[in-house]
C-alpha cells in the first residue's frame, strides 16, 4: 500500500484517485478517500514520547526514562542494618514493616547457669540437676490461707481444714429471705441434703451451739449435743453471759408450747412472760404408778398434768377436784349467744340442754352468684330502696324533660325508662339523653309537652 506524503511532495503529486485504497499525509495527518471521493481523516497518532520511574528511598530504579525502547530495573534499597544473626536482639521496625535498626541485647542471650525453686502456701518443690539441664518438681501441699474470699469455693475430694481457735466463716447473713442465707445444698439433682457435726476419736462429744452475744466466752448459749450415752438439748451460760429460761415454740414467736425457766420450772402452753411470773410456774411433770400421792388435795390453776405409767392415765386438776383421762366432767350450764340472724334457746340448762336455734332473716350488704337468681315463691320478687342517691325512683318530667340527680349512676349503666302517669293524650316515646357518672342522668320524651310521671330503674352490668 503506497502512501503519498503531499506534504513534501511537489505540487504536482496527483492527490490519489477515486478507490484507492492509497494513504496520504496531509498537514501533518493521516488520510484517504472513501468510495464517494469524500477525504477521511485517519485517527492521530499518540503523543507520548518518553517513559520514566521515580524512586524512593526505599525502592532503587536505573534506566529510566526510555525514550525509544529499553529497560528500567527496580530494586530494594540496602538499609543500615548489618545482615547477622543478633542474640536478644533489640529491634526497629518502621511503618511499612522494614527492620531500620538492630542490636544485641543485654547479656547478649547468656546460657542459665543455676535454677532454683522458692516455694510458700503448701507448694514444694525440687530441682535435678540445676546447672546443666534443670528439672524441676512441684508438689502441692496442703493449704492454710488466712482468709478465702471467693463467691465460689470446690474442694473435688479432700476436707477443708481450718486450723487456730477463734477461727469463723463470717460474711452478711442479716437477710430475712431463706434463699439468701448460709445453705449447706447437695449437688446430686433431687438427691437428700444431710449434714452432721462429728466427734474426732471416740469418748468425746460432738454439739453445735448458738450464743446470745458476738462473744462467745462471755454469753448465754443453747447446745444440742451428743457423746458417750447422753445426747439432748441444754442450755448454760459463759462468763458472766445471763442465763436465760429455754422455749421450744410452735407456730408463734409469742406463744410457747413447752417452756423451761432459769429454777428448772416447766411451763406447758402460754406466753413467753410466763417465764418471769413466780405465780404460773409448777413443777417438772412427774410420772407415777397408781393415783396421785403427796399432790394437795386442791392447787391453782395451771396445775401440772400427772401421768400413770401403769394405768395409761393422765391426772389433771380441774373445777376443784383432781381427775384423770376417764373421768367425764358434768355440764352446770349452757347458754346460746346468737348473731347474723340465728336465735336461739336452751330448755334444762343445767342437766340436759336442749339448744334450739332459728335462722331468721338474712339482711347481707351484697350478694353474689355465680348462677341464676330464681324466685320460686309466687307473689314474692325483687325489691329496691328508692330515695336520695337510690338505684330505682320516679320523675315528673316539665317540657318533656327531667334531669335525675343520683351518684348511683354509672358511665356503663344501664337506665329503664317507663311511663307510669301520661301526661299527654298518647303516650311519647322515651330516651335518655345525657348522664355525668356518679351525678345524674337526663329523660327525654319525644313530646316536648310531656309531663308523664316516669318511673326509672339503673342496673349494672356484670
Same mark, same amino acid.
Do not use: C
Given at each position: 500500500?503506497p502512501i503519498? =506524503?503531499?506534504?513534501?511532495?511537489?505540487?504536482?503529486?496527483?492527490?490519489?484517485?477515486?478507490? %484507492?485504497?492509497?494513504?496520504?499525509?496531509?498537514? +501533518?495527518?493521516? #488520510?484517504t478517500k472513501?468510495d464517494?471521493?469524500? *477525504?477521511?481523516?485517519?485517527?492521530?497518532?499518540?503523543? &507520548?514520547t518518553? &517513559?520514566?520511574?521515580?524512586?524512593t528511598a526505599?525502592?532503587?530504579?536505573?534506566?529510566?526514562p526510555?525514550?525509544t525502547?529499553?529497560a528500567?530495573?527496580?530494586?530494594?534499597? =540496602?538499609?543500615?542494618v548489618?545482615?547477622?544473626? @543478633?542474640?536478644?536482639?533489640?529491634?526497629?521496625v518502621?511503618?511499612?514493616?522494614?527492620?531500620?535498626?538492630?542490636?544485641?541485647?543485654?547479656?547478649?542471650g547468656?546460657?542459665v547457669?543455676s535454677?532454683?525453686?522458692?516455694?510458700? =502456701?503448701?507448694i514444694?518443690?525440687?530441682?535435678?540437676?540445676p546447672?546443666t539441664?534443670?528439672?524441676?518438681?512441684l508438689?502441692?501441699?496442703a493449704?492454710?490461707?488466712t482468709?478465702?474470699?471467693?463467691?465460689?469455693?470446690?474442694s473435688? %475430694?479432700g476436707?477443708?481444714?481450718?486450723?487456730?481457735?477463734? #477461727? #469463723?466463716i463470717?460474711?452478711?447473713?442479716?437477710?430475712?429471705?431463706?434463699? =439468701?442465707?448460709?445453705?449447706?445444698?447437695?449437688? *446430686? !439433682?433431687n438427691g437428700?441434703?444431710?449434714g452432721?457435726?462429728?466427734p474426732n476419736?471416740?469418748?468425746?462429744?460432738a454439739s453445735?451451739?448458738?450464743?446470745?452475744?458476738?462473744?462467745?466466752d462471755n454469753?448465754?448459749?443453747i447446745?444440742?449435743?451428743?457423746?458417750g &450415752?447422753?445426747?439432748?438439748?441444754?442450755?448454760?451460760?459463759?462468763? !458472766?453471759g445471763?442465763?436465760?429460761p429455754?422455749f421450744?415454740?410452735v407456730g408463734?414467736?409469742?406463744i410457747?408450747s413447752m417452756?423451761?425457766?432459769?429454777?428448772?420450772?416447766?411451763i406447758? +402452753?402460754?406466753?413467753a412472760?410466763?417465764a418471769?411470773?413466780?405465780?404460773?410456774?409448777f413443777p @417438772?411433770?412427774p410420772?407415777m404408778?397408781?393415783t396421785?400421792?403427796?399432790i394437795?388435795?386442791?392447787?391453782?390453776?395451771k396445775?401440772?398434768?400427772?401421768?400413770?405409767?401403769t394405768n395409761?392415765?393422765?391426772?389433771f386438776y380441774?373445777?376443784g377436784a383432781?381427775r384423770?383421762?376417764?373421768?367425764?366432767?358434768?355440764?352446770?350450764t *349452757?347458754? &346460746?349467744?346468737t348473731?347474723? +340472724?340465728?336465735?336461739?334457746?336452751?330448755?334444762?340448762?343445767s342437766t340436759?340442754?336442749?339448744?334450739?336455734l332459728?335462722?331468721?332473716a338474712?339482711?347481707?350488704?351484697s350478694?353474689s %352468684?355465680?348462677g341464676?337468681?330464681? *324466685?320460686e315463691?309466687?307473689?314474692?320478687?325483687l325489691?329496691?330502696?328508692e330515695?336520695?342517691?337510690?338505684?330505682?325512683?320516679?320523675?315528673t318530667?316539665?317540657?318533656?324533660?327531667?334531669?335525675?340527680?343520683?351518684?348511683?349512676?354509672t358511665?356503663?349503666?344501664?337506665?329503664f325508662?317507663?311511663?307510669?302517669?301520661?301526661?299527654?293524650s298518647?303516650?311519647a316515646?322515651?330516651?335518655?339523653?345525657a348522664?355525668t357518672?356518679?351525678?345524674?342522668?337526663?329523660?327525654?320524651?319525644?313530646?316536648?309537652?310531656?309531663?308523664?310521671?316516669?318511673?326509672?330503674?339503673?342496673v349494672e352490668?356484670?
Amino acid at each position: 500500500m503506497p502512501i503519498q =506524503n503531499k506534504d513534501t511532495l511537489a505540487a504536482s503529486v496527483p492527490t490519489p484517485p477515486l478507490g %484507492s485504497t492509497t494513504l496520504f499525509t496531509d498537514a +501533518g495527518l493521516l #488520510r484517504t478517500k472513501d468510495d464517494t471521493g469524500t *477525504v477521511i481523516t485517519l485517527a492521530a497518532g499518540g503523543t &507520548v514520547t518518553s &517513559v520514566g520511574l521515580t524512586g524512593t528511598a526505599d525502592i532503587a530504579v536505573s534506566g529510566s526514562p526510555v525514550t525509544t525502547s529499553g529497560a528500567m530495573a527496580v530494586s530494594l534499597s =540496602n538499609t543500615t542494618v548489618v545482615a547477622g544473626v @543478633y542474640s536478644a536482639a533489640n529491634i526497629t521496625v518502621d511503618a511499612k514493616g522494614r527492620i531500620t535498626s538492630a542490636a544485641n541485647g543485654v547479656g547478649g542471650g547468656g546460657s542459665v547457669t543455676s535454677v532454683s525453686v522458692t516455694t510458700a =502456701n503448701g507448694i514444694s518443690g525440687t530441682v535435678a540437676t540445676p546447672t546443666t539441664t534443670p528439672a524441676i518438681t512441684l508438689t502441692l501441699g496442703a493449704i492454710t490461707p488466712t482468709s478465702v474470699a471467693a463467691t465460689s469455693f470446690i474442694s473435688a %475430694s479432700g476436707d477443708l481444714t481450718i486450723n487456730g481457735l477463734g #477461727r #469463723r466463716i463470717s460474711g452478711n447473713f442479716t437477710d430475712a429471705l431463706v434463699a =439468701n442465707r448460709l445453705l449447706f445444698q447437695t449437688s *446430686v !439433682v433431687n438427691g437428700v441434703t444431710r449434714g452432721g457435726i462429728i466427734p474426732n476419736g471416740t469418748g468425746s462429744t460432738a454439739s453445735f451451739n448458738a450464743y446470745d452475744t458476738s462473744d462467745p466466752d462471755n454469753s448465754s448459749w443453747i447446745s444440742m449435743f451428743s457423746g458417750g &450415752v447422753i445426747s439432748g438439748i441444754q442450755s448454760g451460760k459463759n462468763g !458472766v453471759g445471763i442465763l436465760h429460761p429455754f422455749f421450744i415454740l410452735v407456730g408463734s414467736p409469742t406463744i410457747t408450747s413447752m417452756q423451761f425457766d432459769i429454777l428448772g420450772n416447766s411451763i406447758f +402452753g402460754g406466753t413467753a412472760a410466763l417465764a418471769t411470773n413466780a405465780t404460773d410456774r409448777f413443777p @417438772y411433770l412427774p410420772t407415777m404408778a397408781g393415783t396421785p400421792i403427796g399432790i394437795p388435795a386442791t392447787v391453782a390453776d395451771k396445775s401440772p398434768v400427772v401421768v400413770d405409767t401403769t394405768n395409761n392415765k393422765l391426772y389433771f386438776y380441774s373445777t376443784g377436784a383432781w381427775r384423770d383421762s376417764t373421768t367425764g366432767g358434768t355440764v352446770t350450764t *349452757v347458754s &346460746v349467744t346468737t348473731a347474723n +340472724g340465728v336465735s336461739g334457746s336452751v330448755a334444762t340448762a343445767s342437766t340436759t340442754p336442749a339448744i334450739t336455734l332459728t335462722l331468721g332473716a338474712i339482711t347481707p350488704t351484697s350478694v353474689s %352468684s355465680t348462677g341464676d337468681v330464681s *324466685v320460686e315463691t309466687a307473689g314474692n320478687g325483687l325489691k329496691i330502696k328508692e330515695g336520695s342517691n337510690a338505684k330505682m325512683g320516679t320523675a315528673t318530667l316539665v317540657l318533656g324533660t327531667l334531669v335525675v340527680s343520683t351518684t348511683a349512676v354509672t358511665a356503663n349503666s344501664r337506665i329503664f325508662l317507663t311511663a307510669q302517669s301520661l301526661g299527654t293524650s298518647v303516650p311519647a316515646a322515651l330516651a335518655v339523653s345525657a348522664r355525668t357518672a356518679a351525678t345524674s342522668f337526663t329523660i327525654l320524651s319525644s313530646d316536648l309537652t310531656d309531663t308523664s310521671v316516669v318511673a326509672w330503674m339503673i342496673v349494672e352490668p356484670a
